[in-house]
């Protein structure tokens, strides 16, 4: 009997829909390594795919506003295509989108390095694409720790540790906030290609109606 050939591993699309982004290459790099590794702790299946928009501020502000009601920006949103039951239902996991500006300033306040951050915000929303979520105390908690395990293998210090009184309050208002939780699944949203497209087109011509270039094409 001939064995099933192997699936392809997890594909990483990084779309870059804002010019704030300066080093976009490099924090291709630390997003890929940091999703491969956060896929390797928690999918027991090969084949997926996901899509990462780096955006701004004013970007996700919008998709904030219209997708959770919350008319302010933060620093990661994700939007999972995976049902409520948590079965795999195709080979398309999802959308993680990010917003420079507060990512940089929370890094700044943090005193933390600015890709260690980054890395573990990709995590985290990458943990919402997967069935994780942090509404109910004993799920922030579960989150927490895996986060916790997988930012120790790409050795990054745990930030749910305050270093500072000042770091430490941060850390307690983002935990009562919990302002980044997922969106859900956009109503009317394919999944796949299509849905990667339109995520990125959206965030990209939010971007560029507030700096008044034009849409970034994809």
Avoid: C
């Amino acid at each position: 009997m001939t064995a099933a050939p192997p699936r392809p591993a997890l594909a990483i699309d990084v779309l870059v829909a804002s010019d704030r982004w300066k080093d976009a290459e490099k924090v291709k790099t630390i997003m890929r390594r940091a999703v491969t590794r956060a896929a390797a702790v928690t999918l027991s299946t090969t084949g997926t795919e996901l899509a990462i928009v780096l955006t701004d501020d004013s970007a996700i502000r919008r998709l904030n506003r219209d997708w959770r009601g919350v008319d302010a920006a933060t620093n990661v949103l994700s939007f999972p295509t995976k049902n409520a039951s948590g079965e795999y239902p195709g080979e398309h996991l999802g959308d993680i989108v990010l917003a420079f500006e507060t990512i940089a300033r929370e890094a700044r306040g943090e005193r933390k390095p600015f890709a260690h951050h980054v890395a573990h915000l990709v995590v985290h929303g990458f943990l919402h694409l997967v069935g994780h979520d942090h509404e109910r105390d004993e799920d922030a908690l579960k989150m927490e720790r895996t986060e916790r395990k997988i930012l120790r293998l790409l050795a990054i210090p745990d930030p749910y540790r305050p270093r500072t009184k000042k770091a430490g309050k941060a850390a307690v208002k983002r935990s009562d906030q919990r302002s980044d939780q997922k969106p859900g699944k956009k109503p009317g949203k394919k999944p796949g290609t299509e849905a990667r497209k339109e995520h990125a087109k959206l965030a990209a011509k939010q971007s560029a109606e507030h700096s008044g270039r034009r849409s970034y094409k994809t």
